[in-house]
């Protein structure tokens, strides 16, 4: 016979505790009467009050007490549910997996119906309901998914305790090992009877778990053939938004999508109008990611566009943007005049330049509005402006200055310094001493200069084009250099912090969630944050939570110790009556 | 007249009377025969001379006739103090009516008788120890004093019958009738009140006041019985067996007494307390005369 559920020490305190209650109650049982005598002389004499003031002299009804206290450990050890050899092999033996992973740390979406909730509270309130509605019979151990972690409550543990265990489990800081923990409870159960592995885990599930919805149907896991049951709890969390926008050739938007992200799709819509421009298909590919999408047929012509993602992942600030497109118009610059003579010109790389080829003296090529840079065709009327910048139209063709007024010539004939177009033809020419305006178009630039050896006009020369990026027309609404998760139109520094607290450093460009350790991320900027789940395991999209934390009906089995004990208990209240009835206690 | 004696009350005590058989010489002239016959003024008999006689009661006519000397013995009647020890212990209080009620009636009856026939009558009440007492006082006229203090009398606290009585017995009393009233509960126990009363130089009346529910308690089941001396408190549970173990010890009490009360030839009067006074007092006045 075994005591399910019970310690041998839990039980002893449990008899003792019931006995020092009997015996409370049967000191107290009786409330006499009160009653005033000339004397005591002849009572004392009839109760022999010697007796009646030493400790078992209190019961003064032993019999009574021998009926009281057999009864009190009948009904501490029909508590303690004993049970048979035969009922001890109908016992079931259950293993609770808890999953801790760092992902479950992430607070659901509001709009999943839980605000707030991080999703492992969730997870840990349905393993500790699963452990309360179990019986005292079956035999429960609990594991967590964190790697190499042991047992966090064994087969042999009080069920209060376990219960106080589980509520004390906190997510682990990386990633979980949900195979080796199955592996670890297929393990414990080997040889066991009717064995059981529950797993209490987020929305998602891994994809190389072998589960089927629904908890009732049984599952195996490997090693052993182990039926697992799998119950999910917790809210979604977001798992994809537009990250930033750009023009460069074309408009590129960037998607960040983690794992359990349906296919959505990126959709374009020039402001005012409600056909989109173009509508790009996201199928995620099972791996978190940042997509980089370019958009073909949208004209830098500075309109005003909306980016969003259909369908919404209700999470507005990060499913649609505004981008106003860049204009094709001509930036001034002004060149400072204090440039020591000869003016050079820097070729450097950057983003907006390329170095055709090191040496001296190597001409520059301006190509404006076009993935490859363009030499300027021979004949180029730009050799006719004197004086003058290079000029291009939308379409890439060269056009006529626009001088302001006051604005002098750049070129002087006589200064020495020329730029020199594609064909060898000077383009300008810098006059030292004098006041210059080098007008450019945005757009895809490359330089050659024919003074690399004058290192101050090329530093010079760099800064200039510094000021152009600067001035880059048709502001981004998120600029390039913003990270992941920016809100649109914001150029606010974004702080990422995982949930310990742990920032990341210098934070720039977009952020790819794969650099990322496993857990939840909180993203802040421009007044608000965010929280992403990275979740470590590859897995199924989130679905609805599974159904109520109970397993099957436990296995038939014949009358268990308890009952036979508390039949007891029913016949010695009988016998206790009966004596009652025929006086022989009082 | 009052609640405690009642008109009808003092009328029946006007006719009791005290005869001693015999006293001690010594006292005051009185209704009581002496023990010894001595200078009284009624005849009792002749006897010869000793050596050592009075000469004043030598009969001179016999001699002169028998030419013996012969002795003209006559009574010599003398007075005999009573001395009523009365129990105003909380014992005595308890119930309603209380039991001192009774004792005072007693008292009252036993202190007429006397007063009726000039003998000196004290009133001795006791508890832990004696308490101001009354007296001796005489004469009928005084018996208005001694019901005065008999209803001013108030509870006085435990019973101590050893002590009390001891500590009547040193004081110089000449011998006398002392009547003991009291219910006889002293926790010391049964030995102790025979003691004290065995130490009494007197001749001794008992009065043991007492109720019905003394000898048979109407209780049943559970109960906290607290003694309203001590303030002791014993936790009972009265079953069938524990009434027989009660009853067998009260019973035990009673034999006692009287066993002392005949071994000492003293008068044992068993009065109930809830029965009227007077009627119980024929047994110790047959004919209105008692014969201690």
């Known amino acids: ?586 | 007249m009052s609640a405690l004696f009642p008109e009808d009350f003092l009328a029946a005590l006007e006719h009791l009377r005290i005869e001693a058989r015999q006293v001690v010489r010594g006292g005051r002239l009185a209704e009581h025969h002496a023990r010894e016959a001595g200078g009284g003024i009624e005849f009792r008999d002749y006897r010869a001379y000793v050596p050592g006689d009075d000469f004043r009661r030598v009969d001179w006519n016999l001699y002169r006739r028998f030419a013996r000397v012969f002795l003209r013995l006559r009574d010599e009647v003398r007075d005999l103090p009573l001395h009523v020890l009365l129990d105003q212990s909380d014992s005595m209080w308890l119930e309603s009516p209380p039991r001192a009620d009774a004792a005072r009636r007693a008292a009252a009856v036993m202190a007429a008788a006397s007063l009726n026939q000039l003998d000196p009558v004290a009133v001795h009440p006791f508890g832990e120890r004696l308490g101001p007492a009354l007296g001796p006082v005489r004469g009928k006229r005084n018996l208005h004093r001694v019901l005065g203090f008999l209803e001013a009398q108030v509870p006085l606290g435990r019973t101590d019958i050893g002590a009390s009585l001891a500590e009547f017995g040193r004081a110089p009393h000449r011998p006398a009738l002392a009547v003991v009233i009291s219910d006889f509960f002293d926790d010391r126990g049964l030995e102790a009140v025979v003691k004290a009363l065995g130490a009494l130089r007197h001749r001794l009346v008992l009065i043991r006041v007492l109720r019905p529910a003394d000898r048979e308690p109407v209780l049943a089941g559970e109960f906290r019985l607290a003694d309203c001396e001590t303030d002791q408190t014993l936790d009972v549970s009265v079953s069938e067996a524990v009434q027989a173990r009660y009853r067998e010890s009260y019973r035990a009490f009673e034999e006692g007494i009287r066993s002392f009360a005949l071994a000492r030839g003293a008068a044992l009067l068993e009065l109930d307390a809830d029965a009227p006074t007077l009627p119980q007092f024929g047994v110790l006045f047959p004919e209105g005369v008692c014969r201690p």
Do not use: C
Request: proline share 10%; charged share 20%; no cysteine.
């Open chain 1, 1 to 586: 016979m075994t005591l399910l559920g019970l310690s041998p020490l839990v039980l002893a305190a449990l008899i003792a505790a019931a006995a020092a209650a009997l015996f409370a109650l049967h000191h107290l049982r009786v409330r006499p009467e009160i009653r005033r005598v000339p004397t005591l002389l002849f009572w004392k004499e009839a109760v022999e009050e010697t007796r009646a003031r030493t400790l078992p002299g209190r019961f003064r009804h032993p019999r009574t007490f021998l009926f009281l206290a057999a009864l009190a450990a009948l009904l501490a050890l029909a508590l303690a549910e004993p049970e048979t050899k035969a009922g001890r092999a109908a016992t079931r033996h259950v293993v609770v997996v808890l999953d801790n992973g760092a992902a479950l740390a992430a607070r659901a979406d509001p709009s999943s119906g839980v605000p707030g909730a991080m999703r492992f509270e969730e997870v840990r309130a349905a393993a500790g309901r699963f452990l309360e509605a179990l019986s005292l019979r079956d035999r429960v151990a609990v594991l967590t998914t964190e790697p190499g972690a042991g047992p966090l409550v064994d087969w042999d543990a009080p069920r209060n305790l376990a219960r106080g265990r589980v509520a004390e489990v906190r997510p682990a800081a990386g990633m979980g090992d949900l195979a080796g923990a199955l592996r670890r409870a297929a393990a414990r159960l080997a040889g066991k009877t009717h064995p059981q592995v529950v797993l209490f885990t987020g929305p998602e599930l891994p994809r190389d778990l072998p589960v089927r919805e629904g908890f009732d149907r049984g599952l195996y896991v490997a090693p052993g053939e182990v039926p697992l049951a799998v119950v999910r709890r917790g809210g979604a969390v977001r798992d994809r938004g537009i990250v930033g926008l750009a023009y460069g050739a074309t408009l590129e938007v960037r998607v960040a999508h983690g794992e359990s992200a349906p296919p959505f799709a990126v959709e374009v819509v020039r402001s005012g109008q409600t056909e989109p421009i173009a509508m790009l298909e996201v199928a995620p590919a099972g791996r978190a990611s940042v997509a980089w999408l370019a958009v073909p047929g949208v004209a830098a012509d500075g309109a005003l566009v909306e980016v969003r993602l259909v369908p919404a992942d209700g999470f507005p600030h990060n499913d649609r943007a505004l981008y106003r497109l860049p204009l094709r118009r001509v930036r001034r610059v002004a060149v400072d005049p204090a440039l020591p003579p000869p003016a050079g010109l820097l070729v450097r790389e950057h983003p907006w330049l390329a170095v055709p080829a090191a040496g001296d003296r190597a001409e520059l090529r301006l190509a404006v509005g076009a993935a490859e840079p363009q030499a300027l065709p021979a004949g180029s009327p730009v050799a006719a402006f004197e004086g003058a910048a290079l000029l291009l139209d939308g379409a890439g063709r060269p056009e006529l200055p626009r001088l302001g007024a006051g604005v002098r010539p750049l070129l002087a004939a006589d200064a020495g310094s020329t730029l020199l177009a594609a064909d060898r033809r000077p383009l300008l020419q810098l006059v030292p001493g004098a006041p210059a305006v080098l007008e450019v178009a945005p757009g895809l630039l490359e330089l050659s200069s024919p003074f690399a050896r004058e290192p101050a006009a090329i530093a010079h020369l760099a800064a200039l084009l510094e000021r152009l990026a600067g001035n880059r027309p048709g502001a981004v609404a998120v600029p390039e250099a913003a990270p992941a998760m920016l809100l649109a139109g914001t150029a606010a520094p974004v702080e990422i912090a995982d949930t310990a607290g742990r920032r990341l450093p210098d934070v720039r460009g977009l952020l790819d969630v794969r650099d990322l350790a496993p857990g939840a991320w909180t993203l802040g900027g421009a007044g608000r944050t965010d929280e992403i789940a990275v979740h470590p395991d590859r897995i199924l999209p989130a679905g609805a939570p599974s159904g109520e934390e109970r397993l099957p009906a436990t296995p038939a089995s014949s009358p268990r110790g308890w009952e036979w004990l508390a039949l007891a208990v029913l016949v010695l209240v009988l016998i206790d009556a009966w004596l009652h009835v025929r006086g022989r206690i009082p």
